[in-house]
Every structure is written in structure tokens, then in C-alpha cells.
């Protein structure tokens, strides 16, 4: 039961990721990269995404 729930709140997570990244104001390039490294590296893209997304890690 609870890989179930963790497997769903990992599909839920890059879910909303690409989501907010279809809805970001980002090049094509920048959103091809990102999909990737979202769908890549499974637990690792999406929060570098968000953390990096919101501000809270400049680069």
C-alpha cells in the first residue's frame, strides 16, 4: 500500500511539473531541457525544477 501511495505522489508530482512548465513563459528550448531532466532523473528534476522555478536556488 504505501509504494502505491508513494508511486502516485511521485506521478503526481512531474504531473503538475510538466504542467507548470507548459504553462511557463519559457523558450522551446528551455522547456524541452527541463521535460527532460524532469522525466530523467525521477525524484531529483522535479524538485530542482520547483526550487529553481520558484526562486529559491539562483543560478
Known amino acids: 500500500m504505501i509504494r502505491f501511495l508513494l508511486g502516485a505522489l511521485h ?3 512531474v504531473l503538475w511539473c510538466l504542467y507548470d512548465l507548459i504553462n511557463s513563459k519559457r523558450t522551446l528550448e528551455q522547456k524541452i531541457l527541463w521535460a527532460i531532466v524532469i522525466l530523467v532523473f525521477p525524484l531529483a528534476g522535479p524538485v530542482i525544477y520547483f ?3 520558484r526562486k529559491i536556488i539562483q543560478m
Open 51 to 53: 526550487l529553481i522555478s
Open 11 to 13: 506521478l503526481v508530482l
